[in-house]
């Protein structure tokens, strides 16, 4: 068999620095870091489809951020949901954005003792963290091109604790794993086509769900200096925004040393808090 054409070269990402009227769609709007981006791109002048499955949080979050944003409140995991939701954008009824931001996400720490018991928290934190994800990107991707706006592309939120597996991660981390690689995989594919892709890998920021954790977080950050953060990525036009680079860069180099180094660090980094 004849070998096939060469891969096609990513263009690279956009760099997005105006946000003046941008039409953009937060999945995972109504608390933690999908909350603080909103207000921070909404200050800048965008325009947000705010969308999660608390309605009632959703339109307090409309009415703090003022006019010219709209809610679309969807269970990220239930697939006639996002029917629902693509074709208000397929009938114009809402206007298609031009950036996805998915930030929906679970978080439950979790031990291969607890056998059985944990295995609902697992799926959960799968379905949402990583199969959901897929399907929305994988709906919104052809509508993006086959609109094509400048600027455009679609941006997913996983963790540096897909870097490597972690104490009481047990599904955490390898959902965020899979979306990082997910991520990648889009990239490659779009990227040459003009659309943009970013993984966006935060450390510790202080939510309600890191608030379940019973051990030291280094670099806690507020979901505001979090979100800060991500619209700094968005202007670097860096495929993966990670921070805080003090800690993540730090990351990066452990998961790198031979697991006899490796392990005995990331049990380190999960110490328990001093009662």
Not at 74 to 102: C, I, Q
Not at 231 to 244: D, K, Q, T
Request: hydrophobic share 50%; net charge positive; with cysteine.
């Amino acid at each position: 068999m004849p070998p096939g054409p060469p891969a096609a070269i990513p263009r690279g990402n956009p760099r997005i620095a105006d946000w003046t009227n941008r039409r953009v769609w937060l999945l995972g709007a109504s608390a933690g870091i999908g909350e603080a981006l909103a207000h921070a791109l909404a200050a800048r002048g965008a325009k947000l489809v705010l969308s999660a499955r608390n309605a009632s949080a959703l339109a307090d979050l409309a009415r703090a951020l003022g006019p010219g944003h709209c809610t679309l409140a969807l269970d990220a995991t239930d697939s006639a949901a996002l029917d629902a939701a693509f074709a208000r954008f397929d009938s114009g009824e809402l206007p298609l954005p031009s950036v996805g931001v998915y930030l929906a996400g679970d978080y439950q720490p979790l031990d291969a003792r607890q056998g059985e018991t944990a295995l609902p928290a697992a799926r959960r934190m799968l379905a949402v963290n990583y199969a959901a994800a897929v399907e929305w990107s994988l709906r919104l991707a052809p509508r993006l091109l086959a609109t094509p706006a400048p600027a455009s592309g679609i941006a997913l939120v996983a963790s540096v604790a897909g870097y490597t597996g972690l104490p009481q991660a047990l599904a955490y981390s390898p959902s965020k794993a899979a979306l990082i690689r997910f991520a990648e995989c889009l990239y490659l594919d779009l990227a040459p086509q003009g659309l943009g892709v970013w993984a966006i890998n935060p450390g510790f920021v202080a939510t309600r769900l890191t608030a379940q954790n019973d051990f030291e977080m280094p670099a806690l950050m507020p979901p505001e200096a979090a979100a800060e953060a991500i619209v700094r990525g968005f202007a670097s036009g860096r495929f993966e925004i990670h921070f805080p680079t003090r800690f993540t860069r730090l990351l990066k180099i452990a998961a790198m040393l031979p697991y006899a180094l490796s392990m005995p660090l990331f049990a380190h980094i999960a110490r328990k808090k001093p009662r």
